[in-house]
């Protein structure tokens, strides 16, 4: 089976250079409208003035060019793999390592190398995720970012050729802005993961769960369920200057589809920054919980219910210095 990104549900739009509250004073922050959405927005034209898409416009070696302007000597950690892999990073075929290899290299040498492959009918897959923008490139953002007012957002940038990122979820919220290239984003809400035949926990390509389905040809024999999760896939395409709001644990699958590929992101969190992350909780969950008798986890879910997702009545509100005080007491039980 092929899957045909077309016949998927497109994902809602604004076109920011017809947005009266967006174009009214771009020099404003954000709507909350768009950074609280519960459901994923493309932005059309966000950042198009942004220098960096400017010279990517032109040409992916004048982005190349412009981005050398900020290299001071960082090395990145860059994945590198076979042309047959058609530019999935994954794991290999029995799941016990990866399809693709990664090493520190320094920046400018990832840039050689795309560059070198620009007119390769089959290149090398070549990708750098998940990258402090400040520390790679100083000053870029100086030149090119999004206002997110009193938000303090982690910015990184992604570069690479045609890859594709399995569907994957991130705790934070997600702002993730084309500035060369084209990218394909399909995505899944988060009640879907049963659909997505997820990967193991404390085993994965980069740091979260992916699913181990090939979007582009999902065996339904194998994985039957994932017919369901496509009914309620919605994708959409971005060319450079555009942008997509994910929220918080939507699934997102992320295609390059052109030789020359920079994304720039932005995480936060709406909650308060002493709040744990709650895949620690779900770690625990599994050393505690999933192997008790049905009617212990029964019980426990009554516990997690009444404490934590319906808030008991009367419960007092917790703060830093409550959260401090329950962690002490978490590490004092773990040490034990």
Same mark, same amino acid.
């Given at each position: 089976?092929? =899957? ?8 809602? #739009? ?8 967006? %174009?009214?004073?771009?020099? @404003?922050?954000?709507? &909350? ?24 416009? %032109? ?16 090395? =990145?950690?860059?994945? !590198?793999?076979?042309? #047959? /892999? ?18 520190? $290299? ?32 100083? +000053? ?11 938000? &303090? ?6 570069? +690479? ?9 991130? =705790? ?5 802005? $084309?500035?060369?290239?084209? %990218?394909?984003? /399909?995505?899944?809400?988060?009640? @879907? ?10 085993? /994965?390509?980069?740091?979260?769960? $992916?699913?181990?389905? &090939? ?18 896939? @919605?994708?959409? #395409?971005?060319?450079? +200057? ?6 918080? *644990? ?24 002493? *709040? &744990? ?7 625990? +969950?599994? *050393? ?7 009617? @212990? ?9 009444? !404490? ?29």
């Amino acid at each position: 089976m092929r =899957v045909n990104p077309s016949s998927m549900q497109p994902i809602a #739009e604004i076109d920011c250079q017809r947005s009266r509250q967006l %174009r009214a004073d771009p020099s @404003q922050p954000l709507p &909350d409208q768009i950074l609280q959405s519960p459901v994923p927005l493309v932005l059309r034209g966000l950042v198009a003035d942004w220098p960096l898409v400017q010279a990517a416009r %032109r040409s992916p070696q004048a982005a190349d060019a412009y981005l050398r302007r900020f290299y001071r000597d960082a090395t =990145v950690l860059a994945s !590198h793999a076979p042309p #047959e /892999t058609g530019g999935r990073i994954f794991y290999n075929d029995d799941l016990s390592g990866f399809n693709f290899q990664s090493q520190m $290299v320094r920046f400018d040498q990832v840039l050689d190398a795309l560059r070198a492959h620009l007119d390769h009918p089959a290149p090398p897959t070549l990708y750098v995720g998940s990258t402090s923008i400040d520390t790679c490139l100083p +000053g870029l953002r100086a030149e090119n970012d999004v206002n997110f007012g009193a938000r &303090d957002p982690l910015a990184s940038i992604w570069i +690479g050729n045609r890859t594709r990122i399995p569907a994957h979820y991130d =705790v934070p919220d997600n702002l993730a802005c $084309v500035a060369a290239g084209r %990218r394909r984003f /399909t995505l899944f809400p988060p009640e @879907q993961l049963a659909n997505l035949y997820v990967g193991p926990l404390d085993f /994965t390509p980069a740091g979260q769960s $992916v699913s181990l389905v &090939d979007l582009h040809q999902p065996d339904l024999a194998r994985h039957p369920r994932f017919a369901e999760a496509l009914a309620h896939a @919605q994708s959409a #395409e971005l060319d450079a +200057g555009d942008a997509v709001f994910i929220p918080s *644990m939507w699934w997102h699958h992320v295609e390059g589809l052109t030789p020359f590929n920079i994304l720039l992101n932005y995480w936060w969190r709406q909650s308060p920054d002493w *709040m &744990d992350t709650p895949f620690n909780t779900l770690l625990l +969950g599994l *050393m505690t919980l999933r192997e008790l008798p049905p009617a @212990q986890r029964a019980a426990w879910r009554q516990q997690f219910d009444h !404490h934590v997702f319906d808030r008991a009545d009367g419960a007092a509100p917790l703060d830093a210095d409550g959260a401090r005080a329950l962690r002490a007491q978490l590490l004092r039980l773990l040490k034990q």
